[in-house]
């Protein structure tokens, strides 16, 4: 094998074998067929490259090489459907609007090769050199096939920018490696075809350059593959992105870029080794690709266009109307807390954000989300300096100013430990009617520019915006919460209706009791009839004695562990050959303020519901422990466990239960408990691994 035509059989491989993978991937989704027949008429192509470098016979040159425009022949239409269809959602209807020249894109190309073996396609000629250099002239028609391929490829560029402007920050990452491998591959092709036009020359010596671009692009996309699902984002193309399309005007000015230097070359007479100056222009493209693709860079070319062209930085309608649109779907505040910070992400291009929420039952803010910085469980007191004020004055504060002020220097001072974790360059509080939301917070600019008016304009804008949409979402899930107490009050008196059945069962068994004392069978009865009576009862009684609208509290200053022993000593332990009850206690935990009877109810529900759960010589696990100011009882079990979903969106709901006859109140009873005691109930569970529920209680003060 000749060594220059290594790179050549390597790109044949690479093609075949990228194109089966991800056709098995998906072999029913047009992306996938698309895709790996493109890759597959560029094996063709690249084979015969590689037979072309290892001929020595000019006939075998000239087959070769009418095989590789053959696989070339395929390459226009099955790249353009590809960058129809990749991570589009409209793409059905794209191909439907696209039938047309999506069928000329295969059948004109095709209907080349009927001349193929014509001297007006290629023909076969030497070049005088030292030594004679071995080449392939385009006829007419062969040219003409060039501008074709040409045509192909500004199309398949135009289809993949436009994918790439319309898809959103998430989607961008996971797609932009796989776009630019593409594109780099059709940018070459663009460069390729357009100097066969203008030198009318196929040079031999050019083909190593052609598979080592063909090995790297690929190479992008293997890379998107491993690190992404490929085929897995999904965007929709507006048609004012295609409107606002820059591309044509792009390859406008490259073509005529490439023309001008190619005619300049050759009216001048210059020699040069074009083979490495193709690939060292192949890499300069690239490179410049990637760097087009830094969001510093874009933001540079948006803040210049922005200042030159446009009075005024911010097209408010638009920052507006997007913002509207990401939080016009959403309907509990935590399902806003990530478009919130991707939309100050997306609007003032930072990287340091972090959203904290207020708790007015607790006059405490806790950090709702982040982006880039350590997700901990932070909270702020709400007497805290920074936050009177915010809510004093109700404006973002950049934070070299409250440095360099002698007046708030005093809020500096106290909060420097959150703006340096936080990374804090500007704090933006979000208030509606005088009402405190919470604030965020926001890192540096990416291009390091200082945060001007406009900028806080834009900031005071969307603060508005979003402290209005999550108050809206905040009291609508307090309605929804009075309508779910409504509909247990409504339950239970369908309970207490069934119970009032039971007792007048009963009451008949008493009654006939008196004739019927001598029967052994009616014992029987009786005594059945009593026992699951009562059984049923009990049940019932024990998940509705008491309505959670309200607990009525008597605190007192109670021992944590003393409270375990007392609640394991009461409880008739008929499991314990099911389970091992171990108690990991802390001795030098101080004193809760709690009511004895309601905190036993809790550590009898928890301690109950995880000895059920647990499998036969399982562990249930009891830790007292003190915690950032608290003291903590940890329970955990060896259980099937929960998901993420029901955990956060039923587990403390009513009527909602993973445990077979359940009714779901126990735990949203429990949570009522704790919440009257001013605690906290946290739950860490996995499918298949368990759960552990703490209980925080407040320290005697």
């Known amino acids: 094998m000749n060594i220059i035509a290594i790179p050549s059989f390597i790109s044949v491989l690479f093609c075949i074998g990228l194109g089966i993978f991800v056709f098995s991937g998906n072999p029913r989704h047009i992306a996938n067929i698309s895709f790996s027949l493109g890759v597959i008429s560029l094996a063709v192509a690249e084979f015969g490259n590689f037979m072309i470098l290892s001929s020595n016979d000019p006939l075998g040159l000239m087959f070769w090489k009418r095989v590789s425009f053959a696989g070339e022949a395929f390459i226009p239409g099955n790249w353009i459907i590809f960058s129809l269809v990749f991570a589009r959602t409209n793409y059905k209807e794209l191909l ?53 391929l040409l045509i192909g490829s500004i199309i398949v560029l135009l289809n993949l920018e436009n994918t790439l402007r319309s898809s959103a920050r998430e989607e961008r990452w996971s797609i932009k490696y796989a776009l630019l491998g593409v594109g780099a591959i059709f940018a070459f092709y663009l460069y390729i075809n357009s100097q066969r036009i203008l030198m009318t020359v196929l040079r031999t010596d050019y083909i190593p350059v052609n598979s080592g671009v063909i090995i790297i692009s690929l190479s992008l996309i293997v890379f998107s593959l491993v690190r992404h699902r490929l085929m897995d984002v999904n965007v929709f193309i507006s048609r004012y992105v295609i409107y606002n399309s820059v591309t044509v005007l792009f390859v406008g000015i490259y073509l005529l870029a490439v023309g001008l230097i190619g005619s300049g070359i050759k009216y001048l007479g210059i020699k040069y080794d074009a083979a490495i100056s193709i690939l060292f222009v192949f890499i300069a493209v690239l490179v410049m690709s990637i760097l087009l693709l830094s969001e510093q860079a874009r933001r540079k070319v948006k803040m210049f266009i922005n200042k030159h062209f446009y009075r005024s930085k911010y097209d408010y309608k638009y920052e507006w109307l997007n913002l509207t649109s990401r939080l016009s779907s959403r309907f509990s505040p935590e399902d806003m807390f990530t478009p919130i910070i991707e939309m100050f992400a997306d609007t003032m291009w930072v990287n340091r954000i972090s ?7 607790r006059d405490e803010l806790y950090l709702a989300e982040t982006m880039n910085l350590p997700e901990k469980e932070e909270r702020i007191k709400g007497d805290n300096s920074l936050i009177r004020y915010l809510r004093e004055k ?65 900031l005071h804008t969307m603060a508005k915006q979003i402290a209005s949409t999550l108050l809206s979402a905040r009291l609508s899930q307090e309605l929804i919460k009075v309508k779910e107490r409504e509909a247990f009050q409504r339950f239970s008196s369908f309970i207490l209706h069934d119970l009032k059945n039971f007792a007048s069962m009963l009451s008949l068994v008493s009654q006939n009791m008196d004739d019927n004392f001598d029967n052994p069978e009616f014992i029987k009865d009786a005594f059945k ?102 003291v903590i009882l940890a329970v955990s079990d060896q259980g099937c466990g929960m998901s993420e979903k029901f955990i956060k969106e039923s587990l403390f709901k009513p009527f909602s239960t ?28 996995r499918e298949g691994e368990g759960s552990t529920f703490k209980i925080i209680l407040p320290i005697t003060q």
Request: net charge negative.
């Open 96 to 148: 439907y609007k696209w039938k047309t020249a999506g069928i000329a894109a295969y059948i004109i190309p095709l209907s080349f090769l009927a001349f193929i073996e014509s001297d007006l396609f290629v023909q076969f000629s030497w070049v005088q050199e030292d030594p004679p250099t071995a080449v392939l002239l385009l006829g007419s028609i062969g040219r003409y096939f060039c501008l074709l």
């Open 355 to 361: 959203l904290w929420l207020y708790e007015e039952d």
């Open 394 to 458: 109700d404006v973002s504060i950049d934070i070299k100013d409250l440095k360099a002020n002698r007046e708030l220097y005093s809020i500096y001072e106290e909060n420097i430990g959150l703006f340096d974790q936080m990374e804090v360059s500007v704090c933006v509080p979000l208030i509606i009617a005088d009402k405190m939301i919470g604030f965020v917070t926001l890192g540096e600019e990416l291009t390091g520019a200082i945060y001007n008016y406009e900028d806080y304009d834009i």
């Open 529 to 630: 009839a009593v026992s699951d009576t009562a059984s049923k009862m009990k049940d019932l009684i024990a998940s509705l004695s008491a309505s959670p609208e309200k607990v009525k509290l008597r605190c007192m200053d109670a021992d944590l562990n003393e409270l375990v022993r007392s609640v394991i000593s009461e409880i008739p332990l008929n499991h314990s050959t099911k389970v091992n009850i171990i108690i990991d206690k802390q001795d030098t935990i101080p004193n809760v303020w709690v009511d004895l009877g309601e905190i036993k109810k809790v550590i009898v529900n928890i301690l109950l519901n995880a000895i059920e759960v647990s499998p036969e010589m399982g562990k249930v696990v009891l830790k007292t422990y003190m915690e950032n100011g608290g």
């Open 658 to 685: 993973t445990k077979e006859g359940g009714l779901g109140v126990g735990l949203f009873h429990c949570k009522s408990i704790i919440d009257a005691h001013n605690g906290r109930i946290e739950v860490k569970s």
